[in-house]
């Protein structure tokens, strides 16, 4: 499996590293994780092969509104997950039916939450493709698709002599 890019853009330093931390302990397998502390910089990376970001909503000096709107016309299939620290459930809700499916407060769950949301996203794709089909009858496919090739290796093989 080829691994994702992933984009954190989160200003405070200690809250960057933790998260950093965090998540390369749980997704080095799958993901390309890269820090960026504006959103110039982050913006200047984004490209076809940007996966997910991870977009704190209480940034300093940017507009989290804009930032997340210039990402998604430079790839509509990006993934973006916001985190913020405010606690006003208002101020969540406004943000939510405006911008991403994605929406963590940042307390004491925030890390399980981001994990739990990056599990959905990355291994979305192996799910559907279980449920349309179901273990047995993905398994059943395997095997006969192995076998479908062994023969046709088998003939080659018989073919050749």
């Given amino acids: 499996m ?4 992933l984009y954190i853009l989160e200003q405070n330093t200690l809250s960057s590293a ?3 931390n965090f998540l390369e302990k749980r997704f080095s397998q799958s993901l390309n994780i ?5 959103g110039q910089s982050l913006l200047k990376k984004i490209d076809a092969t940007t996966a997910i970001v991870i977009l704190d909503y209480d940034l300093s000096e940017e507009s989290a509104d804009e930032l997340f709107l210039a990402i998604k016309n430079k790839n509509k299939a990006i ?6 620290s405010d606690e006003e459930i208002g101020t969540a809700i406004d943000a939510y039916q405006k911008l991403p499916k994605s929406f963590v407060i ?8 981001i994990q739990s949301l990056l599990n959905r996203i990355i291994y979305f794709p192996v799910k559907i493709i279980q449920h ?12 006969v698709e192995v076998l479908y090739i062994g023969l046709i290796v088998f003939m080659g093989f018989q073919f050749l002599k």
């Fill in 106 to 113: 940042k307390d004491k769950n925030d890390l399980n939450k």
């Fill in 79 to 84: 993934e973006i997950i916001m985190l913020s």
């Fill in 132 to 143: 349309f089909f179901g273990f047995k009858e993905l398994l059943a496919i395997f095997i």
């Fill in 34 to 38: 890269s820090l960026f502390m504006d």
């Fill in 18 to 20: 933790v998260l950093m």
């Fill in 2 to 5: 080829e691994k994702q890019n």
